[in-house]
């Protein structure tokens, strides 16, 4: 999110139109967890309460856990868009970008502020966390979407207020609520809040429920 006199932008693009998946539908920079996320290098770790509240919805056995979802938000992110959040580090991380850049994946920026686990019956189905993060930690131009790879086109920063607009998948729109929330009445130049709890979608049956994690 970038936040200033002009008010709050969050990044976003679009799904092609041949997408298996919310073809043609603008989303946030994300995707799935790869096995090899689990021992990526990172500079940090999810600051509290973030770690303890994604943990905290881990099942014993899961095939992923909090450092692999902190890792795989900030590859995507990279991939997707091709902005970095990271700082210099003694590993090197082979992630392109990274790479290049001599960065390590700095996960202690990231907010945790939304999961939503898709109903029965839908033809794909995910547990999605969100995130988000202040623009400024990025390493270099936020503007710069020159190594993004093709997966989402019209990349761009778009203002809050007018974001809700666009073609969206539901799930996008109420994240896009709980930001607005967020942020509301929140000074130009502060610090991004830590949401008090982090609202929680919970379709794993057939008994949809809204809770919210502490």
């Not at 679009?14 to 990172?42: E, H, I």
């Not at 979802?69 to 990271?86: D, S």
């Not at 093709?150 to 207020?161: G, Q």
């Amino acid at each position: 999110m970038r936040r200033d006199e002009a008010g709050s932008r969050v990044l976003m693009g679009m799904r092609g139109a041949k997408a298996a998946f919310m073809p043609s539908k603008y989303v946030f920079p994300g995707g799935a967890v790869d096995p090899s996320d689990a021992t990526a290098p990172l500079a940090g770790t999810l600051t509290a309460p973030h770690a303890t509240r994604l943990a905290a919805g881990l099942r014993e056995g899961a095939p992923c856990d909090v450092h692999a979802i902190a890792a795989a938000a900030l590859r995507e992110l990279a991939e997707e868009t091709g902005l970095l959040i990271g700082r210099q580090g003694g590993a090197a991380c082979p992630w392109p970008g990274y790479a290049e850049a001599g960065l390590l994946p700095d996960p202690s920026a990231l907010i945790y502020v939304f999961r939503a686990i898709t109903p029965p019956g839908r033809p794909r189905r995910f547990d999605a966390r969100f995130f988000v993060a202040d623009a400024a930690e990025i390493a270099g131009d936020p503007d710069d979407f020159s190594r993004a790879c093709d997966e989402l086109s019209h990349l761009h920063w778009v203002p809050l207020a007018k974001a809700r607009a666009l073609n969206l998948p539901f799930i996008t729109e109420v994240v896009l609520a709980e930001l607005a929330q967020l942020v509301r009445n929140l000074p130009p130049g502060s610090a991004l809040p830590v949401p008090g709890t982090v609202p929680f979608f919970d379709n794993r049956d057939h008994r949809p429920r809204f809770v919210q994690i502490a």
